[in-house]
């Protein structure tokens, strides 16, 4: 088979010496992870590299000699590298020889047992060390540390260089036996404002989950629990995103680190996403309290909702009237219609009961925009679902009088045919009906007949005003669940350290030279932006349409209440 | 629609198929009939955001065309024992590789399809289940814009069979 040597580009201008890596035997290729200067002794290499392989559980061992010679050729060094071939024996002893500035080097292998004498083709493929210690490759494999190097060529590649970071930690201004070249050779590389960070987050930590474990303390006892509270609780939407918010923060100030990638990742994601959703809210609070244009609001607020109000009165008129020509009964019609009136006039006497504290209460809620943009997103579509609470009450009592009509018609149908519903059964039977039966029955199928349409019209412009509401309520969420797992982190790693997210690699052949080997170029192919917005994605309590269209065309037309945005985890009703 | 072989050793050949390129005609012509019909709309609106509007959507629209939509060059790098590589660079300049393992390719096949009235030949790589050793896993389509004719895939085929065969003669460990 051909033997690859992935070769780091930092080692292009060390000085000669020893090659030490990875060698892995059912790929035939060998990981070169740095060069051991002269002068050494092989007994100290071999201590230091037996201690490596315990602390990082890569097996590395000397691989082959590498030779630098900036003058001509010296003929007794080849042979001194080849003698070390013999004091570190390994299979194959892979030599390496770069003459002057030449981009072209001669790479031999020595097999001492070798079956077949054919000089096996050799392929020297560059790699950047630092790029590929620091990348994570996608798509992961479920790792027991052994079997994913089985799986892939690649991945084992990148597991040897990621795992053998202590490695890298000595540099040459270290006093030490060995003097080694790799990526960070020159000084190992560190920033006083990392380390500052890493230092405060341990208390800020826990500051941060003291105050919390406070919070949900609170949030928990027993005097929140009672039914009234805890029913408003279920149907405010900002309570639950307040609570989305509190699961975020206890996952952030927990004091275990993280193992995986994946887990740092989200704790990273979640961190990014709340820092923008607080920015974001503060902009919005100063937004509004400049130039008081809250109290703008809280005055606009209650002319809005007797705006409404009036425009819901001059719609009940026109059905009162002839709506579009149709003629409806007069009698149920003017039922209906001033039943509906009167709760209207209800509603109005109530907004101006309150319309002295609304700009006290507004100005009190709006200053929890501080809390985050989505809360104030939330409480938005809260506000609104109160303002238009008679709406739903319309839609409520509509839907359950066209229900009850269109049961009751369904039923006196099948006693007109002569037939009944079995419950037992679950399926409709013959029945032979008393001759009263049928005729009162005939005579309620004809009242219930008649009397649909104007029914059948009251319920279906309330249900179109109340989808016009759930509609408006279903996009500010859709927004809130937006900002909520959008992965942001991951995004500007992607745009800025694009080496991080990798999604496999790339190869460039490089200038060839007749009788050289082979010479590529391994480069990292970043992951594309909807991959990472994919495999990054924070998990919300998401709010997805829980009926097919075609269930809730039905639900629609037998009357049924329908609640399109229903919140994963919510009982059902 | 040319075919290029470089050889670069005895187990590395790059194949690549360069489509048609953006012809000048074709796209003055586009941009003079939007601008006729910006021109028209001013004419009867009498306002003059609409120029400015049909320039910028012409000027974006041939930005996106030629960043993410016309592929002009598609190459093939087979390195034997490594894996397969294919490239695809826009007219913009920008490249979009995959680079597939050794060990997942099962094989590079030709293969037909029939599409309206007429039958289209296609080159694509098949590639390995792993818990199933004769099944295949997944079916990769090459040279999916520029889509050279059968003389071109049958030389495109013969060069990718003699390094993959090379893979099945030399011994699996060493």
């Known amino acids: 088979m051909v033997l690859k040597v992935f070769f780091p580009s930092c080692c292009s201008s060390a000085d ?345 209460i507004l100005w009190y809620v709006g200053l929890s925009a501080c809390l985050g943009l989505t809360v104030a997103l939330c409480i938005l579509s809260d506000i609104i679902a109160l303002l238009t609470f008679h709406i739903y009450c319309f839609y409520v009592y509509g839907a359950r009088l066209y229900c009850l009509k269109i049961y009751g018609l369904s039923s006196l149908w099948r006693l007109f045919r002569g037939k009944k519903w079995n419950v037992l059964r679950q399926r409709v039977d013959s029945c032979s009906y008393d001759l009263d039966q049928l005729f009162i029955g005939t005579l309620l199928f004809t009242i219930l007949l008649f009397l649909l349409p104007t029914t059948a019209l009251y319920y279906l412009v309330f249900t179109l005003l109340r989808l016009l509401v759930v509609i408006v309520q279903g996009l500010i969420h859709l927004l809130v669940d937006l900002i909520d797992s959008l992965p942001l982190y991951s995004l500007i790693l992607r745009l800025c350290r694009s080496y991080r997210l990798a999604a496999g690699v790339k190869f460039r052949v490089l200038e060839q030279q007749d009788g050289k080997p082979l010479r590529l170029l391994m480069q990292i192919n970043p992951l594309s932006y909807s991959a990472v917005v994919q495999t990054y994605r924070l998990p919300t309590y998401s709010c997805y349409p829980k009926d097919s269209w075609a269930s809730l065309c039905k639900k629609l037309f037998l009357g049924e209440l329908i609640y399109p945005w229903k919140h994963k985890g919510e009982k059902q009703d | 629609v040319a075919l290029r072989r470089r050889q670069h050793s005895a187990c590395c050949r790059e194949l690549s198929v360069r489509g048609p390129r953006v012809r000048l005609g074709a796209l003055s012509a586009a941009t003079s009939a939007a601008w006729l019909a910006a021109y028209a709309v001013f004419a009867l609106s009498e306002n003059s955001m609409v120029l400015s509007a049909a320039i910028f959507i012409t000027l974006l629209g041939l930005i996106i065309y030629l960043h993410f939509v016309k592929i002009d060059q598609e190459s093939l790098l087979v390195i034997g024992s490594l894996g397969i590589q294919v490239t695809s660079s826009y007219a913009s300049g920008k490249e979009s590789t995959t680079f597939i393992e050794m060990g997942q390719v099962k094989d590079v096949v030709i293969n037909e399809a029939i599409h309206m009235q007429k039958v289209i030949y296609y080159l694509c790589i098949l590639l390995q289940d792993p818990e199933d050793p004769q099944g295949v896993s997944e079916v990769v389509p090459l040279f999916q814009s520029s889509k050279p004719r059968l003389d071109c895939l049958i030389e495109v085929y013969k060069s990718c069979q003699e390094i993959l065969e090379q893979r099945k003669t030399a011994p699996q460990s060493s």
């Open chain 1, 16 to 360: 000669s010496g020893i090659l030490i890596g990875r060698w892995i035997s059912e790929q035939s290729s060998a990981v070169v992870l740095a060069v051991v200067h002269f002068p050494f002794i092989p007994v100290q290499v071999k201590q230091y590299l037996g201690e490596l392989q315990r602390l990082t559980k890569v097996t590395v061992s000397v691989l082959g000699s590498w030779s630098n010679s900036k003058q001509e050729k010296e003929e007794g060094l080849s042979e001194f590298l080849e003698d070390l071939g013999t004091i570190f024996s390994h299979e194959p002893w892979i030599q390496i020889s770069k003459e002057g500035d030449s981009k072209f080097w001669s790479c031999s292998t020595l097999q001492k047992q070798s079956k077949n004498p054919k000089e096996e083709e050799i392929i020297l493929v560059y790699y950047d060390q630092r790029k590929v210690m620091l990348s994570h490759l996608h798509p992961p494999l479920d790792t027991a540390d052994g079997r994913a190097e089985d799986a892939s060529k690649l991945s084992a590649i990148f597991n040897t260089v990621a795992r053998s970071r202590v490695l890298f930690m000595t540099d040459r201004y270290d006093e030490g036996p060995i003097k080694l070249t790799h990526w960070q050779s020159d000084g190992v590389e560190a920033s006083i404002i990392v380390e500052l960070l890493k230092q405060a987050s341990v208390p800020a930590c826990m500051l941060l989950a003291f105050l919390l474990s406070l919070v949900s303390g609170i949030c928990r006892s027993r005097v929140l629990k009672f039914w009234p509270l805890s029913f408003l609780w279920s149907k405010l939407s900002t309570c639950e995103q307040l609570g989305h918010r509190l699961q975020h923060l206890q996952v952030i100030s927990s004091n275990r680190k993280a193992q995986t990638q994946t887990q740092l990742m989200r704790k990273a994601n979640i961190f990014v996403s709340l820092l923008i959703d607080v920015a974001l809210g503060i902009l919005l609070m100063s937004w509004l309290y400049r130039k008081n244009r809250i109290g703008h609001l809280a005055d606009t607020l209650i002319p809005v909702a007797d705006h409404v109000a009036e425009e819901l009165q001059d719609l009940l008129q026109w059905l009162m009237g002839a709506p579009a020509g149709l003629k409806m009964n007069r009698a149920l019609d003017q039922v209906l219609g001033r039943f509906f009136l009167y709760h209207i006039h209800l509603w109005i006497s109530y907004i101006h009961l309150m319309s002295p504290f609304i700009e006290m």
